[in-house]
């Protein structure tokens, strides 16, 4: 996963963890669904002018909202209930570190939220293979090699128009922060049945 520049990798025993309750990692993993596509419709109404971006944002919403149908098809399937929704102590570390219009313009929030969302998306794809190549449920493996390539893409379309309306700000250098930022917080993660915990 170099190409996501992730600096530490999931420990492959915290397929271990998650194989003990496969209802919570589900149920768990529903939800950052639902986030990710509200994240997504936030932007779009934050920045409406920029109509590229409302396009590809609104097909990665409408995405998300069926990748959340599909997991939830799966818990049914397996005779297991969605629980109710929680806190993702990742996302909200990751927030909080987020610059609020650091610069006074709307433009450098927008990156900010865009990193934050590349962010994301970024190790949820990491994780999603690291739950592929070694949990033992073969359809959850398969399932999560898909949804894999899926975050893959959403963490590029991020990127990329961080990259195209960060005129005047140093999108990479500021995501290299990001990066080192990501890489102290997720070493205190991996220790529960969740996405990102």
Same mark, same amino acid.
């Given at each position: 996963m170099s190409v996501l520049r992730l600096t530490l990798p999931t420990d492959p025993r915290w397929v271990n963890i998650v194989e003990k309750n496969i209802e919570e990692i589900l149920s768990d993993h529903a939800w950052c669904e639902q986030k990710a596509a509200t994240n997504a419709i936030t932007i779009v109404t934050n920045n409406s002018e920029y109509p590229d971006l409302v396009t590809e944002l609104l097909a990665l919403a409408k995405e998300e909202i069926e990748h959340f149908q599909m997991v939830h098809e799966i818990i049914k399937k397996k005779g297991l209930k969605l629980a109710r929704e929680r806190k993702d102590h990742y996302a909200g570390e990751l927030f909080q570190y987020m610059k609020r219009n650091s610069d006074g313009t709307r433009i450098s929030g927008l990156v900010?939220?865009?990193?934050?969302?590349?962010?994301?998306?970024?190790?949820?794809?990491?994780?999603?293979?690291?739950?592929?190549?070694?949990?033992?449920?073969?359809?959850?493996?398969?399932?999560?090699?898909e949804l894999m390539e899926s975050e893959a893409g959403h963490y590029t379309t991020f990127i990329t128009f961080?990259?195209?309306? +960060?005129? +005047?700000?140093?999108?990479?250098?500021?995501?290299?922060?990001?990066?080192?930022?990501?890489?102290?917080?997720?070493?205190?993660y991996g220790k529960s049945e969740s996405i990102h915990g």
């Amino acid at each position: 996963m170099s190409v996501l520049r992730l600096t530490l990798p999931t420990d492959p025993r915290w397929v271990n963890i998650v194989e003990k309750n496969i209802e919570e990692i589900l149920s768990d993993h529903a939800w950052c669904e639902q986030k990710a596509a509200t994240n997504a419709i936030t932007i779009v109404t934050n920045n409406s002018e920029y109509p590229d971006l409302v396009t590809e944002l609104l097909a990665l919403a409408k995405e998300e909202i069926e990748h959340f149908q599909m997991v939830h098809e799966i818990i049914k399937k397996k005779g297991l209930k969605l629980a109710r929704e929680r806190k993702d102590h990742y996302a909200g570390e990751l927030f909080q570190y987020m610059k609020r219009n650091s610069d006074g313009t709307r433009i450098s929030g927008l990156v900010e939220r865009l990193l934050f969302s590349a962010m994301i998306e970024a190790r949820s794809c990491e994780r999603f293979k690291v739950l592929s190549e070694n949990i033992e449920d073969k359809e959850l493996a398969k399932f999560y090699r898909e949804l894999m390539e899926s975050e893959a893409g959403h963490y590029t379309t991020f990127i990329t128009f961080a990259r195209k309306y +960060g005129v +005047g700000i140093d999108v990479e250098t500021r995501w290299r922060e990001w990066l080192a930022f990501e890489a102290e917080i997720i070493a205190n993660y991996g220790k529960s049945e969740s996405i990102h915990g």
